[in-house]
């Protein structure tokens, strides 16, 4: 465990940036339009092998759309959700009770880097846009590759010039305002390596706009 991380309930400051306005806003937006075509883009090669037996880990739920979406229909039996933010699990529930999906699902909220040992693997492993909010690639991408039974799905940001700049400038204005959240731009080839390390082989790339998907099997 890095020294920087140890002990903290609240690395990067995820619990109150990614608060009741941000979460409810993404939540409540799922039951009128559905899956947003980036989060669509990021299960699109995997769905179609799911027969509705599979189990599903979500780190870095959020609201919970992606797992939602697969249970309500019928793409996966049985779902975990993961956030350290306590507005992202609670805005998640609150959906999961609209759809009557409670008995299939449960939720932690945890930072999952510092706590990946309590949960078993599951078939299939979705971070939709999470491991740019954390410090440290290897304990939040490893660990959750290593629970990836069949299917690992992740999303981060395109990396370019652009992006790079994007971040600088973000970065600088969060500091402004006093937030003290950090995104960050892991490289390409540490993503992909990192996962490979745990077992995985990538097996389809894809690109939205500023998001960039990887999708890995385990060999
Ligand atoms: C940009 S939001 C994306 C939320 C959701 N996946 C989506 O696409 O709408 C990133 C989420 O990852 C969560 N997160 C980041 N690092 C985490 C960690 N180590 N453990 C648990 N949750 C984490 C944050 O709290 C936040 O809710």
Same mark, same amino acid.
């Given at each position: 465990?890095?020294?920087?991380?140890? +002990?903290?309930?609240?690395?990067?400051?995820?619990? /109150?940036?990614?608060? !009741?306005?941000?979460?409810?806003?993404?939540? =409540?937006?799922? *039951?009128?339009?559905?899956?947003? *075509?980036?989060?669509?883009?990021?299960?699109?090669?995997?769905?179609?092998?799911?027969?509705? @037996?599979?189990?599903?880990? =979500?780190?870095?739920?959020?609201? +919970?759309?992606?797992?939602?979406?697969?249970?309500? /229909?019928?793409?996966?039996?049985?779902?975990?959700?993961?956030?350290?933010?306590?507005?992202?699990?609670?805005? @998640?529930?609150?959906?999961? !009770?609209?759809?009557? &999906? #409670? =008995?299939?699902?449960?939720?932690?909220?945890?930072?999952?880097?510092?706590?990946? !040992?309590?949960?078993?693997?599951?078939?299939?492993?979705?971070?939709?846009?999470?491991?740019?909010?954390? $410090?440290?690639?290897? &304990?939040? &991408? +490893?660990?959750?590759?290593?629970?990836?039974?069949?299917?690992?799905?992740?999303?981060?940001?395109? %990396?370019?010039?652009?992006?790079?700049?994007?971040?600088?400038?973000? #970065?600088?204005?969060?500091? &402004?305002?006093?937030? #003290?959240?950090? $995104?960050?731009?892991?490289?390409?080839?540490?993503?992909?390596? #990192?996962? !490979?390390?745990?077992?995985?082989?990538?097996?389809?790339?894809?690109?939205?706009?500023?998001?960039?998907?990887?999708?890995? %099997?385990?060999?």
């Amino acid at each position: 465990m890095c020294p920087c991380c140890s +002990g903290s309930e609240n690395v990067n400051d995820l619990d /109150n940036f990614f608060d !009741e306005r941000y979460q409810f806003r993404a939540a =409540e937006k799922y *039951p009128k339009r559905g899956l947003d *075509p980036k989060s669509q883009a990021l299960i699109d090669w995997v769905v179609p092998k799911l027969d509705g @037996a599979q189990t599903m880990m =979500e780190v870095g739920c959020g609201g +919970g759309m992606v797992h939602q979406d697969l249970l309500r /229909n019928q793409k996966i039996s049985h779902a975990i959700g993961i956030d350290v933010s306590s507005a992202g699990i609670k805005a @998640a529930t609150q959906n999961a !009770e609209k759809f009557g &999906l #409670t =008995e299939q699902i449960d939720y932690y909220q945890v930072d999952f880097a510092q706590n990946a !040992e309590q949960f078993e693997p599951a078939d299939f492993v979705v971070m939709d846009r999470v491991i740019c909010c954390y $410090p440290h690639l290897d &304990l939040l &991408l +490893g660990q959750a590759a290593q629970k990836a039974s069949k299917y690992l799905a992740i999303s981060f940001p395109v %990396e370019n010039v652009f992006s790079k700049l994007a971040i600088w400038g973000f #970065t600088r204005c969060l500091k &402004l305002i006093g937030q #003290t959240y950090h $995104p960050y731009l892991h490289g390409h080839a540490a993503i992909q390596k #990192t996962a !490979e390390q745990a077992g995985m082989r990538l097996v389809h790339r894809d690109r939205r706009t500023i998001w960039t998907m990887m999708v890995f %099997e385990r060999s």
